[in-house]
């Protein structure tokens, strides 16, 4: 294991641990995110379960044991229709939005949490949601998943691959024909649209005529192409073939963008443009090591982070943009912040065991 993912793990791990609490009572487990003043969302604490996976890989104690029983608190706090409520930006009093993100970042540690401690909830939590997703499948092109129910005028399309991927973890603990059949049918959409418009792009949004919505954007494309990488072996091998290709030229074309910086042709959607805290980048890269530009990034953005968190602990992850409105909750938190980093860490490390690939970061 690498030396630096170790690292990490150690230096993060208390972090976690002081924020974990027991209901009275019950003893269930959950995370409590002081900035939220509350119990963190579904996704993050899913992220946070996933990250004590890792450390039970590399670590003897009860790692697995926390992470079945955060499982357990995502299941249980699972809204009855199978998607996960979104606590940020609410206002006082609402309940909280339903984002497709929210369900594809948590999917896989869903899976990796069933595979690892056997956890009936997890498998339940990830059947659930990709039952959920079917039914929001859009009216004006079947190989599309709408983002959330209140925004269906146009396709998101890092969205499609969120349910894309989430569908194929489904089928993979489920045996589901369903669930794989539409994953290939997703798939199929996503990469008609590749370079519709611009070569090497997907741009953030498409309307439902096939125009753009929202332009280029490097934060999504990785999305794309981190989240996609998992399932590409569910694929019919006309289609693999295929995406392998799409995804060699839109990393490449990642990599290109990211020598100019985020301007408003390469990252339409303002709000992503802080590239080194857009976990996603890093995840896409680090799943292709062995491309020019890619694995470089991936080992080295990793080891700044190490050193952050060497230096400053969880607080390297405090948002930069605070939201200074009292009558709602905040845009982000740091907890949020680190629980996504931790997560696609684990991601990339599990995901490279099971398919008894090298780490190369």
């Not at 044991?65 to 940020?88: C, K, M, S, T, W």
């Amino acid at each position: 294991m690498h030396s630096t993912v170790s690292s990490v793990v150690s230096q993060l791990k208390p972090y976690f641990d002081g924020l974990i609490r027991e209901e009275e009572g019950t003893g269930a487990l959950y995370i409590y995110d002081e900035e939220l003043a509350d119990r963190a969302s579904c996704c993050t604490t899913g992220e946070v379960a996933s990250f004590y996976l890792l450390d039970a890989k590399l670590n003897p104690g009860d790692g697995k044991e926390i992470a079945r029983r955060l499982a357990d608190d995502v299941r249980r706090r699972q809204l009855p229709q199978g998607a996960f409520g979104q606590p940020y930006y609410v206002k006082k009093g609402e309940s909280g939005t339903v984002d497709i993100a929210e369900i594809g970042a948590v999917a896989n540690s869903l899976y990796h949490l069933y595979k690892e401690t056997a956890s009936e909830a997890a498998r339940s939590s990830l059947e659930h949601s990709a039952r959920y997703l079917l039914t929001q499948v859009a009216k004006e092109n079947p190989g599309a998943v709408y983002k959330n129910p209140n925004a269906t005028g146009h396709d998101v399309l890092n969205g499609d691959i969120y349910a894309a991927h989430t569908l194929a973890r489904a089928y993979q603990v489920t045996g589901e024909p369903l669930f794989r059949d539409k994953t290939e049918e997703i798939v199929c959409h996503v990469a008609e649209r590749f370079g519709k418009h611009e070569p090497g792009w997907w741009p953030y949004t498409e309307l439902w005529d096939g125009s753009v919505g929202m332009g280029n954007s490097v934060a999504y494309q990785g999305t794309i192409i981190a989240f996609a990488y998992p399932l590409i072996p569910l694929l019919s091998p006309a289609l693999r073939d295929r995406w392998q290709g799409i995804a060699k030229e839109a990393v490449t074309t990642m990599l290109r963008a990211m020598e100019a910086g985020p301007n408003d042709f390469n990252e339409a959607p303002w709000w992503c443009r802080d590239w080194d805290n857009a976990w996603e980048i890093w995840l896409a890269f680090a799943r292709y090591p062995e491309w020019d530009g890619a694995g470089e990034y991936a080992a080295r953005r990793l080891k700044e982070t190490e050193a952050s968190i060497r230096e400053g602990g969880a607080s390297c992850f405090r948002p930069k943009v605070k939201s200074d409105d009292p009558e709602r909750s905040p845009v982000t938190t740091t907890f949020r912040k680190a629980a996504t980093f931790a997560g696609l860490l684990a991601y990339q490390v599990l995901d490279c065991c099971e398919s008894d690939t090298a780490l190369e970061i």
